[in-house]
C-alpha cells in the first residue's frame, strides 16, 4: 500500500495493454512481486521465482509466463521504468493526486516533509507511565536491557526507540509502565489542563490511549468519563485502564445524542478527539492513500463540526474543550474550528495561553485557531489541536 501508486505506474509501462485487463489477483501478486524488486529486502532471484510460482498455485499457470516476464524486464529496465514512471506526481511521490494538490496548496513549505513521512516505516514512540517512575529511569531500564531511546524535548513522557520492537519485549509493559503512542498524540493532556477536582468527558475514547494519558497526569480527577459510539472499540478502553491499573467510567454512546447517556452534569474539561482521514498517520496506515476519497473530506467536516458543536453544550462555563484530530487538511481542522467559532458566541480560542506550556510547538498558519504539526516534523506524527473554552 505504502508504494502503491509507483508499483501501479511501473506496472503499467510493463504491461502492453491496460493493466486493468489483468485479472485482479494476478494484477495484486505482480504488484507484490514488483515491490519486492523495488523497495523489499527479498533477494531478487527469490522474488521472480516465489511470485511465479503464486502465480501457478493461484490456479493462473497462463499467466505465470506474463507474471515472469514482467518481473524480468523490471529487473533489466529497472532505471529508466522507475524514471518513466515518476514523470507523474503520483507516481514519484506514491500519494493519490488529490492529496499531493492538497498539501503542496496547504503547506507549501511542509509537504516534501510530509510526502517523505508518509512514505516511511514509522517510528516507535514509547509513553512512560508518571505514576510508575521517571522518563529517565524508565529509559535507564530500556538501556539495561540493551534498547537505546531518545527523550523529546516538548513531550514530557515520550521516547523514541532507535528500533522498534514488539510490545511483549518493553520492560514493564505488561504492569502498566509504558504504553506505545505517538509523540504528537501525547500533548493532548497539556492542552486540555484537567487539575484535581475537575470532572472530564473524552467524547471519543476508544481505544484509550488519551483518557489513559490524563489519568496517568493528574491522579486526582473527580471524574473521567471515556465515551465512544463503537461499543466494540470501549471493551480496548477497559483494556487499557486496567494494564495501567486505572479507573474511569465507560460509556458507549454518541457525542451527539447525550439524552442517551448523560447524567446532565457538565464537564470541567472536554477533549474531542474526532473521528478523520487519518491524512497526518498515513506512516502507520498507509491503506489510507488507497481508501480515502477527495469527496470524504467535506463530509467529515460536518461530521466533525456536528460533534464539536454538541460536545460544547456538554461544556461548563469556564471550562475548557481541546478539539484533536490526526488529519493534516484545514477542511477538517482549522475550518471547523473557525465556523464553529464564527457561530457559537460563548467559545473563545485560548490557543496562546495554551501554547506557553508547550513552547516547542508552533502554532497553525496565519490567524487560524489551533495548531497544525506537519507529519514528519520532530519525527512526529501530523496532528492538529484547538483549545476551546467557554465564557464564564
Ligand atoms: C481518533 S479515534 C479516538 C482515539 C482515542 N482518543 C485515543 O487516543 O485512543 C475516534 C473515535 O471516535 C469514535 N466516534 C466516532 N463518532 C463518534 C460519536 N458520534 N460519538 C462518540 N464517539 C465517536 C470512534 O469510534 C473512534 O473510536
Known amino acids: 500500500m505504502r508504494w502503491y501508486f509507483e508499483l501501479e505506474a511501473c506496472l503499467q509501462l510493463l504491461l502492453d495493454r491496460p493493466d486493468s485487463a489483468l485479472d485482479p489477483e494476478v494484477r495484486a501478486l505482480a504488484l507484490v512481486g514488483l515491490f519486492q524488486l523495488a523497495h523489499g529486502a527479498t533477494p531478487e532471484h527469490a522474488a521472480v521465482a516465489e511470485t511465479v510460482e503464486a502465480t501457478r498455485a493461484l490456479g493462473r499457470p497462463r499467466a505465470a509466463g506474463l507474471v515472469n516476464a514482467l518481473l524480468r524486464r523490471f529487473q533489466r529496465e529497472r532505471g529508466a521504468i522507475i524514471d518513466a514512471a515518476h514523470r507523474v506526481a503520483q507516481a514519484e511521490h506514491a500519494h493519490p493526486v488529490w492529496l499531493l494538490d492538497a498539501l503542496a496548496r496547504e503547506w507549501p513549505q511542509d509537504w516534501r516533509m510530509m510526502v517523505t513521512a508518509g512514505n516511511s516505516e514509522p517510528p516507535m514512540w514509547l509513553r512512560v507511565n508518571r505514576r510508575r517512575g521517571s522518563r529517565d529511569e524508565y529509559r535507564a531500564r530500556l538501556?539495561?536491557?540493551?534498547?537505546?531511546?531518545?527523550?523529546?524535548?516538548?513531550?514530557?513522557?515520550?521516547?523514541?526507540?532507535?528500533?522498534?520492537?514488539?510490545?511483549?519485549?518493553?520492560?514493564?509493559?505488561?504492569?502498566?509502565?509504558?504504553?506505545?503512542?505517538?509523540?504528537?498524540?501525547?500533548?493532548?493532556?497539556?492542552?486540555?489542563?484537567?487539575?484535581?477536582?475537575?470532572?472530564?468527558l473524552d467524547a471519543c475514547a476508544a481505544p484509550g490511549g488519551k483518557a489513559c494519558h490524563i489519568l496517568e497526569l493528574e491522579p486526582g480527577l473527580a471524574e473521567l468519563v471515556a465515551l465512544d459510539v463503537d461499543p466494540a472499540r470501549t471493551l480496548r478502553i477497559a483494556d487499557n485502564l486496567r494494564r495501567l491499573g486505572l479507573s474511569a467510567t465507560i460509556a458507549s454512546g454518541d457525542v451527539?445524542?447525550?439524552?442517551?447517556?448523560?447524567?446532565?452534569?457538565?464537564?470541567?474539561?472536554?477533549?474531542?478527539?474526532?473521528?478523520?482521514?487519518?491524512t497526518g498517520v498515513i506512516r502507520r496506515h498507509p491503506d489510507i492513500k488507497l481508501l480515502r476519497r477527495p469527496g470524504d473530506i467535506a463530509g467529515l467536516g460536518d461530521e466533525q463540526l456536528g460533534?464539536?458543536?454538541?460536545?460544547?453544550?456538554?461544556?461548563?462555563?469556564?471550562?475548557?474543550?481541546?478539539?484533536?484530530?490526526?488529519?493534516?487538511?484545514?477542511?477538517?481542522?482549522?475550518?471547523?474550528?473557525?465556523?464553529?467559532?464564527?457561530a457559537e458566541p460563548a467559545a473563545l480560542d485560548v490557543g496562546e495561553s495554551a501554547r506557553l506550556l508547550l513552547p516547542g510547538v508552533a502554532p497553525a498558519r496565519g490567524a487560524d485557531p489551533g495548531f497544525a504539526l506537519p507529519s514528519g516534523a520532530a519525527d512526529a506524527d501530523g496532528f492538529y489541536y484547538a483549545c476551546l473554552e467557554k465564557r464564564a
Open 143 to 200: 538501556a539495561a536491557a540493551g534498547m537505546a531511546a531518545d527523550p523529546c524535548d516538548f513531550a514530557p513522557e515520550a521516547l523514541r526507540l532507535e528500533q522498534p520492537v514488539g510490545v511483549g519485549e518493553l520492560p514493564g509493559f505488561g504492569d502498566g509502565a509504558v504504553s506505545v503512542q505517538d509523540v504528537a498524540a501525547q500533548l493532548a493532556p497539556y492542552f486540555l489542563a484537567a487539575r484535581a477536582g475537575m470532572r472530564v
Open 256 to 278: 451527539t445524542q447525550p439524552a442517551a447517556w448523560w447524567d446532565g452534569r457538565a464537564f470541567e474539561r472536554i477533549l474531542l478527539d474526532v473521528p478523520c482521514s487519518g
Open 307 to 342: 460533534m464539536l458543536r454538541a460536545a460544547f453544550a456538554l461544556l461548563a462555563p469556564g471550562g475548557r474543550l481541546v478539539y484533536a484530530s490526526c488529519s493534516v487538511l484545514a477542511a477538517e481542522n482549522a475550518a471547523v474550528t473557525r465556523a464553529f467559532l464564527s
